[in-house]
Nanobody, 116 residues
Framework: QVQLVESGGGLVQAGGSLRLSCAAS????????MGWFRQAPGKEREIVAA????????NYADSVKGRFTISRDKAKNTVYLQMNSLKPEDTAVYYC?????????WGQGTQVTVSS
């Protein structure tokens, strides 16, 4: 099992920035895919970005391309999501997840609220 703890959410005005962190502990996951998801009220959870832990390749949802950047610090076992040019529609609970055959390990989530 991998334990994931998110932090860094908060309230920000449109156009502002936030950086989310996801600290991982437990089972080694050097070959696992890591991702950030979000879920807005009344909507399904959607993937925002993913990164391969060892290779550093990344993928983004079209809605965040050019604004969000996913990265990882292997020494700190931490994954980050840098969010710039935030929009009100980015408001959601953001979750970190580890892909262990499936997206099977989740953090508790952190709220991001973008005011207009």
């Amino acid at each position: 099992q991998v334990q994931l703890v998110e932090s860094g959410g908060g309230l920000v005005q449109a156009g502002g920035s936030l950086r989310l962190s996801c600290a991982a502990s437990g089972r080694t996951f050097s070959t696992y895919l890591m991702g950030w998801f979000r879920q807005a009220p009344g909507k399904e959870r959607e993937i925002v970005a993913a990164i391969s832990w060892s290779g550093g390749s990344t993928n983004y949802a079209d809605s965040v391309k050019g604004r969000f950047t996913i990265s990882r610090d292997k020494a700190k076992n931490t994954v980050y999501l840098q969010m710039n040019s935030l929009k009100p529609e980015d408001t959601a609970v953001y979750y970190c997840a580890a892909h262990l055959g499936s997206w099977s390990n989740w953090g508790q989530g952190t709220q991001v609220t973008v005011s207009s």
